[in-house]
C-alpha cells in the first residue's frame, strides 16, 4: 500500500478562553473535558484520509499575535472566537490584518470559527458577521461547539487539511 505520510502544520490562534484547547483536545481524544489549564504545546494525530496518512501536528497556542516563527511554521491556521465575546471577534479580524494584509501577505490557508454554538442565547456576533469577515479574506468559516459535539472539530481540522494540500499541490 501506499505508506506515504503528509504533515500538516495547524497553528491555532485566538483570543484568551474562546475554546482553543477544548476544539484541539475534542479532534485529539473525541472527548470535552470542561478545564483545560494554559499548556501550550504541540499534539500529534495520524489519520488515513483518501488512501493517505496525515500527520496533524497541532500547536494550541497562547498567542493573540503570532510571530514570524508561528507563520513560518503554519501550513495552516485556524482563528477562533467565541460567538458570545465580541472582543475575541476584534482579535481575530487583527489576526487576518497580520496574516493576510501586511507588507507579504500570506496565502496560508485560514479557517474562522465561531465557537460556543450552544451558548445562543448570549450570542454577540451574529453567524453573517463571521461569514462575510471569511469572505473577504478568502477564509473557510464554521461555527461549531467543542462542548457539544465531534463532529464539528473534526469537519474543522479535516477541510484545513484539504485546504493544505490543495495548497500544496498548486506550487
Ligand atoms: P482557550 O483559552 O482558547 O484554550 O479556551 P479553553 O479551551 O480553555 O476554553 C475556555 C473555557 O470555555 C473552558 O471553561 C471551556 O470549558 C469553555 N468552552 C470551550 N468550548 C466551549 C463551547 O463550545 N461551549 C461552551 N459552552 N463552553 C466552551
Ligand atoms: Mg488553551
Redesign the pocket.
Not at 14 to 25: E, I, R
Not at 32 to 38: C, L, R, T, V
Not at 115 to 119: V, Y
Not at 144 to 148: G, Q, R
Given at each position: 500500500g501506499n505508506q506515504q505520510r503528509v504533515e500538516a502544520n495547524i497553528l491555532?490562534l485566538?483570543?484568551?478562553?474562546?475554546?482553543?484547547?477544548?476544539?484541539?483536545?475534542r479532534f485529539l481524544t473525541r472527548r470535552?473535558?470542561?478545564?483545560?489549564?494554559?499548556i501550550e504545546s504541540v499534539y500529534s494525530r495520524v489519520d488515513r484520509i483518501d488512501g493517505q496518512n496525515i500527520c496533524f501536528n497541532i500547536w494550541?497556542s497562547?498567542f493573540t499575535q503570532a510571530g514570524e516563527k508561528q507563520l513560518q511554521w503554519a501550513d495552516g491556521m485556524i482563528l477562533?472566537y467565541?460567538i458570545c465575546d465580541r472582543g475575541s471577534f476584534d482579535v481575530v479580524r487583527q489576526q487576518l490584518q497580520q496574516i493576510r494584509g501586511g507588507r507579504k501577505p500570506s496565502s496560508v490557508p485560514v479557517l474562522i470559527v465561531g465557537?460556543?454554538?450552544?451558548?445562543q442565547r448570549y450570542r454577540s456576533v451574529s453567524s453573517e458577521e463571521g461569514r462575510l469577515l471569511a469572505l473577504s479574506q478568502r477564509c473557510g468559516f464554521f461555527e461549531?461547539?467543542?462542548?457539544?459535539t465531534y463532529h464539528g472539530a473534526l469537519l474543522v481540522f479535516h477541510r484545513l487539511v484539504d485546504l493544505v494540500r490543495e495548497t500544496r499541490a498548486l506550487r
Open positions: 491555532l485566538g483570543a484568551h478562553n474562546v475554546g482553543k484547547s477544548a476544539l484541539t483536545v470535552f473535558i470542561g478545564e483545560y489549564g494554559d494550541d497562547q477562533v467565541s465557537n460556543k454554538r450552544d451558548l461549531v461547539s467543542a462542548a457539544e
